[in-house]
């Protein structure tokens, strides 16, 4: 599988963005799909994690109440929207894929990843 990200850019404290990870290949059916970002000089970090029927979600502290991740099958992509956009969460963004959910917060526990793309946040 493939995963490409998209859907960042530059936007204002406060504003609102949504990202989307195209899936090619082989579908998610027994797969967990979770963002992760990594700020400059800083490790990556967990943001999002969905299970592959949606009925599973996880999100970090700093994204609860602000952000959602979402997945439509049948067009293989995973969504993550984020409101109320800070200044830290300035960072590139990846989607992965993985094959348990219980190691949905690790990024160790996900074997394919997108090529990331950037969101800034300005204040």
């Known amino acids: 599988v493939q995963l490409q990200a998209s859907g960042g850019g530059l936007v204002q404290a406060g504003d609102s963005l949504r990202l989307s990870c195209a899936a090619s290949?082989?579908?998610?059916?027994?797969?967990?799909m979770g963002w992760f970002r990594q700020a400059p000089g800083k490790e990556r970090e967990f943001v999002a994690a969905i299970s592959s029927t949606g009925v599973n979600k996880v999100y970090a502290r700093s994204g609860t109440g602000r952000f959602a991740i979402s997945i439509d099958n049948a067009k293989k992509t995973v969504y993550l929207q984020m409101n109320s956009l800070k200044p830290e969460d300035t960072a590139v963004y990846y989607c992965?894929?993985?094959?348990?959910?219980?190691?949905?917060?690790?990024?160790?526990?996900?074997?394919?990843w997108g090529q990331g793309t950037l969101v800034t946040v300005s204040s």
């Open positions: 992965a894929t993985g094959p348990r959910w219980r190691y949905a917060r690790l990024s160790a526990g996900y074997d394919t």
């Open positions: 290949g082989r579908t998610f059916s027994s797969d967990t």
